[in-house]
């Protein structure tokens, strides 16, 4: 038996196969048979467990550290997302080959450099082949590769260029005497509201890259903007420090011994290799990091650190580096906790959660109790008191809908090149919710896609086929509008349904691990089958058409623990760490 197994688009004769089996593409037979999502969430929370504890062997020997920062620990996130890959394709390619005992299998020659957290076949599958299976490759032509077109000769890009520098001049004129304040590394949608409450003189606002679109509000709000790149150390000085902890890492690296087993299975060797390639790309610049923020602390005095999440490395290592000088350091929490990768090991002093349901998940992750705090979620102030009416109405002539008529948002499970592998399972759950919710005439539809959704195509094409007119697809829209804005919402387990609720907006959730999850809760609505979406769907419009509100059980609702808004809590306890400071 010829056996394929392909992981991109290939521009091949599949007839020549016997079978062709697919983690990429809908038309073909596809891994959902192989594997179900609970074996897939099994082996996730083995990553988790197992990857925490192998980190914290290297931790207390202190293999990887500069100038007192772990390395290693701020890869936490991006070594659990490709091992999370890497496990995934092994579990499943040994459940092709019991299922189908192929003769040979054929996969793709071509090495994939373009993502490496995306580990294909032909780096691992030869470790795994038993006696008597023989393994070939297949070259498809592939896509040219897209011309460099370069900036130098553009004149908008000049004028770009020569304005941003222009306003970061002049923010930092504004700013020349401020030497102290409260710390904010964060994105502005997430932090927004908290600028009603805080004094703006003692906020500096920290950023990799200039935010352009963004100047003219932090101009106006006098906010001192500042960018890693303006702490920096001289090239010199670069070259000696880093070139000899870059060989002492690769050493260590070759030599590292210690197992670090999944599903029985010794990944060690690909971790290495992964390590290896990840730091021949980035290590320098990582090290610069942390000289950058320990010149930051240096040169500025910090109160307090506000991050929007501790796991992306430079975030990491900021926070690692506020530690050496006694700042404190918090967590804002703005999406609802899907598994303690993300959030556990804490490494900022306290975390901001919305509520007291949170602080119960987390503290089964191992974060101890007296570093979560209860706020309510700062991102939600930005609407908490804007009329929902108001928001449709904008979302309305803009999207041109008809105000009077429902308005649902459905959130589909998103389908990310090289993420989560079953594509074929989770897309035919949003085909069929998709196409259920078109089958009514008489409500408008919104779909908002996740920016990393790569099933924008096939949805629309879903779509047409229904015959329904009044379907806006979006990718890039203010998610908080359209849950504000809309009449219901269709979920799977993502954020958007918290924020839907948040907002006092029916949820329908249409996935069963989310309804396991939430069923506790008197607000949600189960549309798991067919049936009970259709249902569900129908109690809802009519709800709405006799004019009938949700009844919220206080004690029920995930969101929010305080009447106060979550910015004006937050603010008060950085402000008060800034006075004590």
């Given at each position: 038996?010829?056996?394929?197994?392909?992981?991109?688009?290939?521009?091949?004769?599949?007839?020549?196969?016997?079978?062709?089996?697919?983690?990429?593409?809908?038309?073909?037979?596809?891994?959902?048979?192989?594997?179900?999502?609970?074996?897939?969430?099994?082996?996730?929370?083995?990553?988790?467990?197992?990857?925490?504890?192998?980190?914290?062997?290297h931790n207390e020997k202190r293999s990887f550290m500069y100038r007192d920062v772990d390395?290693?620990?701020?890869?936490?996130?991006?070594?659990?997302?490709?091992?999370?890959?890497?496990?995934?394709?092994?579990?499943?390619?040994?459940?092709?080959?019991?299922?189908?005992?192929?003769?040979?299998?054929?996969?793709?020659?071509?090495?994939?450099?373009?993502?490496?957290?995306?580990?294909?076949?032909?780096?691992?599958?030869?470790?795994?082949?038993?006696?008597?299976?023989?393994?070939?490759?297949?070259?498809?032509?592939?896509?040219?590769?897209?011309?460099?077109?370069?900036?130098?000769?553009?004149?908008?890009?000049?004028?770009?260029?020569?304005?941003?520098?222009?306003?970061?001049?002049?923010?930092?004129?504004?700013?020349?005497?401020?030497?102290?304040?409260?710390?904010?590394?964060?994105?502005?949608?997430?932090?927004?509201?908290?600028?009603?409450?805080?004094?703006?003189?003692?906020?500096?606002?920290?950023?990799?890259?200039?935010?352009?679109?963004?100047?003219?509000?932090?101009?106006?709000?006098?906010?001192?903007?500042?960018?890693?790149?303006?702490?920096?150390?001289?090239?010199?000085?670069?070259?000696?420090?880093?070139?000899?902890?870059?060989?002492?890492?690769?050493?260590?690296?070759?030599?590292?011994?210690?197992t670090l087993a999944i599903k029985n299975t010794n990944v060690t060797p690909y971790l290495?290799?992964?390590?290896?390639?990840?730091?021949?790309?980035?290590?320098?610049?990582?090290?610069?990091?942390?000289?950058?923020?320990?010149?930051?602390?240096?040169?500025?005095?910090?109160t307090s650190l506000l991050l929007d999440e501790d796991k992306s490395v430079s975030k990491?290592?900021?926070?690692?580096?506020?530690?050496?000088?006694?700042?404190?350091?918090?967590?804002?929490?703005?999406?609802?906790?899907?598994?303690?990768?993300?959030?556990?090991?804490?490494?900022?002093?306290?975390?901001?959660?919305?509520?007291?349901?949170?602080?119960?998940?987390?503290?089964?992750?191992?974060?101890?109790?007296?570093?979560?705090?209860?706020?309510?979620?700062?991102?939600?102030?930005?609407?908490?008191?804007?009329?929902?009416?108001?928001?449709?109405?904008?979302?309305?002539?803009?999207?041109?809908?008809?105000?009077?008529?429902?308005?649902?948002?459905?959130?589909?499970?998103?389908?990310?090149?090289?993420?989560?592998?079953?594509?074929?399972?989770?897309?035919?759950?949003?085909?069929?919710?998709?196409?259920?919710?078109?089958?009514?005439?008489?409500?408008?539809?919104?779909?908002?896609?996740?920016?990393?959704?790569?099933?924008?195509?096939?949805?629309?094409?879903?779509?047409?086929?229904?015959?329904?007119?009044?379907?806006?697809?979006?990718?890039?829209?203010?998610?908080?509008?359209?849950?504000?804005?809309?009449?219901?919402?269709?979920?799977?387990?993502?954020?958007?349904?918290?924020?839907?609720?948040?907002?006092?907006?029916?949820?329908?959730?249409?996935?069963?691990?989310?309804?396991?999850?939430?069923?506790?809760?008197?607000?949600?609505?189960?549309?798991?089958?067919?049936?009970?979406?259709?249902?569900?769907?129908?109690?809802?419009?009519?709800?709405?058409?006799?004019?009938?509100?949700?009844?919220?059980?206080?004690?029920?609702?995930?969101?929010?623990?305080?009447?106060?808004?979550?910015?004006?809590?937050?603010?008060?306890?950085?402000?008060?760490?800034?006075?004590?400071?």
């Amino acid at each position: 038996m010829k056996l394929a197994l392909i992981e991109k688009p290939e521009n091949i004769d599949f007839s020549q196969f016997d079978k062709t089996i697919s983690f990429c593409i809908v038309k073909h037979i596809n891994i959902g048979e192989y594997a179900t999502l609970p074996e897939i969430f099994a082996i996730v929370e083995e990553i988790g467990l197992e990857l925490q504890l192998w980190l914290k062997k290297h931790n207390e020997k202190r293999s990887f550290m500069y100038r007192d920062v772990d390395i290693l620990l701020a890869y936490e996130l991006p070594l659990f997302d490709f091992l999370y890959n890497l496990c995934q394709k092994i579990f499943i390619v040994k459940k092709i080959i019991e299922k189908e005992s192929p003769d040979e299998i054929w996969i793709s020659g071509t090495d994939y450099k373009d993502n490496l957290q995306y580990p294909c076949l032909n780096s691992f599958l030869k470790d795994f082949l038993p006696a008597g299976i023989s393994l070939k490759y297949f070259y498809s032509g592939g896509e040219s590769a897209q011309k460099n077109i370069s900036n130098s000769h553009n004149p908008n890009a000049f004028f770009k260029k020569s304005f941003l520098a222009f306003v970061i001049s002049f923010i930092s004129r504004l700013n020349a005497k401020r030497n102290s304040g409260i710390l904010i590394y964060s994105d502005l949608s997430q932090t927004e509201g908290l600028f009603e409450y805080i004094n703006h003189k003692k906020t500096i606002f920290l950023r990799e890259k200039f935010p352009l679109s963004l100047a003219f509000y932090f101009l106006r709000k006098r906010i001192d903007l500042r960018l890693l790149s303006e702490f920096d150390i001289p090239a010199i000085s670069k070259k000696n420090s880093f070139e000899g902890k870059f060989n002492s890492f690769k050493d260590k690296l070759d030599a590292l011994a210690d197992t670090l087993a999944i599903k029985n299975t010794n990944v060690t060797p690909y971790l290495k290799k992964y390590l290896s390639a990840i730091w021949n790309k980035e290590l320098r610049r990582i090290l610069e990091t942390v000289e950058q923020s320990y010149l930051l602390f240096e040169r500025l005095k910090i109160t307090s650190l506000l991050l929007d999440e501790d796991k992306s490395v430079s975030k990491n290592i900021l926070t690692q580096v506020s530690g050496k000088y006694k700042v404190k350091s918090y967590v804002n929490c703005h999406g609802e906790p899907f598994h303690r990768v993300g959030y556990s090991p804490l490494v900022a002093d306290r975390i901001f959660v919305w509520s007291k349901e949170q602080k119960n998940v987390l503290s089964q992750w191992g974060i101890d109790s007296e570093r979560i705090i209860v706020s309510g979620c700062i991102k939600y102030d930005k609407y908490l008191r804007v009329s929902p009416s108001l928001v449709k109405n904008k979302i309305c002539k803009q999207l041109h809908l008809n105000f009077e008529k429902p308005v649902c948002l459905i959130t589909p499970i998103p389908i990310s090149q090289g993420g989560h592998i079953l594509k074929k399972t989770m897309w035919q759950i949003n085909k069929e919710v998709i196409d259920c919710a078109c089958g009514f005439r008489d409500i408008q539809i919104i779909i908002k896609l996740h920016h990393s959704d790569i099933s924008q195509k096939s949805i629309t094409e879903s779509v047409k086929k229904m015959n329904q007119d009044k379907v806006v697809i979006l990718s890039n829209y203010d998610s908080l509008a359209l849950a504000k804005g809309s009449d219901f919402l269709i979920a799977c387990h993502t954020t958007f349904a918290i924020d839907a609720i948040a907002y006092e907006k029916p949820v329908i959730l249409f996935e069963e691990q989310s309804i396991e999850k939430y069923g506790k809760y008197n607000v949600f609505f189960d549309g798991t089958t067919k049936e009970k979406l259709i249902s569900s769907i129908n109690t809802i419009v009519n709800n709405l058409n006799n004019n009938k509100n949700m009844q919220y059980d206080c004690d029920a609702r995930p969101v929010f623990a305080e009447d106060k808004t979550a910015s004006r809590i937050v603010a008060d306890i950085l402000q008060e760490v800034h006075k004590n400071g």
